[in-house]
């Protein structure tokens, strides 16, 4: 890579203006730390543009003179793909933040890349649309990010990955050159599809500066259930029913521990327990649809009935109003933030086929108690998709350095299992830098060739965040 000398880092300033190119080590440090604080970045210059054409020029300098560039987002990511690990320049695409339109016939938005993913809710709720894509991270994140990292959420099950919601993408190239695939069409069969390179990508091949979105209508009738089971083995069969008997309108279905209830109730203003005594696990299921009128609470309360006469539910509550709804999600939604107030915190973002998740579960929580005694397992997530977030806070009587220090050997062990499950490492968190060096492990060595043909192809300098994904 380049020599970043002043020469060279006053020419990309120049390509923003000084009021855009942060210097300042104070003002550069929220660029480079990442949101749990595992990665420290080094950058000597965040440059913020305000227009492709200011990318694209970015993008031609870095080329010309083999600088590394690593885009960045709302600066969310959980495994290191946004941090400029060894001195690169930051470009951080929150400034270009414009809703470019909205097609309400046509169900399309288009945005750029810096607009925060709230923000596009509420246009597409101003339109009397639905953008599904839902994280808790959605009052910062951008959709930039989202689309590089292809994320998740809890829609997934109804709606599918970010990849399923976009029809076109602008990207600038790391030449410079800007690729106009700006296409709203539902079916286009005309070669290959490259909007799917740059989706989950990662920012290695390009940057992402704008995207066609899929909207849909809004839900007009929901129902919402927090139930109460003995078991994931149960929480499968709850899912199952619930599948049988609503069909599409199954939009959400989510696991969690009692003691990640605990971990909310204890620090979330606020929060109650849905249920009158304390269950081992719980599941969050949601009915909707588009149609006024459709009963989705009498499906919801079939699929109880079932559940119960069955002996898959020991008790559960149903949502009143949208405000018990609300609070309903909120408990799921605080999991990931209220770990926090709990110590350290080893986390995982694994999937296995629907069917495997009570097995990966039992197995991963006996390796891991076993090796670090009174350990919490806190695993939660999209049991609807085969998606958990396999957590683990420290045991209470333990220093939280001594417990992180096991970060290496628990994901190793979760991994072992989950791999031999037919899973993936990664479900909807992305590779970064953080699991780039497990990809040789858990690749056939063709697909691993394919993956760096298709980098060397497109970005041949190596400049476009280096390091990262393979």
Known sequence: MADLSQDLLARFAALVGDRYAVTDTHEIEPYQRERRDLYRGRAPLVLRPGSVAEVSA?????SETGTAIVPQGGNTGLVGGQIAHDGEIVLSLSRLNAIRSVDPDNDTMTVEAGVVLDDIHK??????????????????????????TNAGGTAVLAYGNTRDLVLGLEVVLADGRVWNGLRSLRKDNTGYDLKDLFVGAEGTLGVVTAAVLKLFPKPREVATAFAA????????????????????????????????LDFVLRHAEGSRDPMAEPHPWYVLVELSSPLKGADVDATMQAILEDAFEAGTVRDAAVAASVAQAEAFWQIRLMLSEVQRKEGGSIKNDVSVPVGKVPEMLERGISAVRAMIPG?????????????LHF????????????????????????????????????????????????MEHIKDPVELDLMRAIKATLDPKGILNPGKVV
């Open 58 to 62: 970015i993008l031609t300098l870095a």
């Open 123 to 148: 246009a597409a709720d101003a339109a009397d649309r639905l953008f599904p894509l839902s994280l808790g991270s959605e009052g910062s994140c951008q959709i930039g990010g989202n689309l590089s």
């Open 229 to 260: 089971v003995a078991s994931p083995a149960a929480a499968l069969a709850l899912f199952a029913t619930a599948r049988a008997k609503a069909g599409t309108q199954l939009t959400a279905c989510e696991i969690l521990p009692r003691v990640g």
């Open 375 to 387: 350990v919490r397992p806190v695993p939660f997530g999209h049991i609807g998709d085969g998606n």
């Open 391 to 438: 957590n683990f806070s420290q045991p209470e009587d333990m220093a939280r350095e001594d417990f992180m220090a096991q970060w290496g050997a628990v994901t190793d062990a979760i991994d072992d299992i989950v791999l031999a499950l037919n899973g993936s490492i990664s479900a909807e968190h992305g590779i970064g830098f953080m699991k780039r060096g497990l």
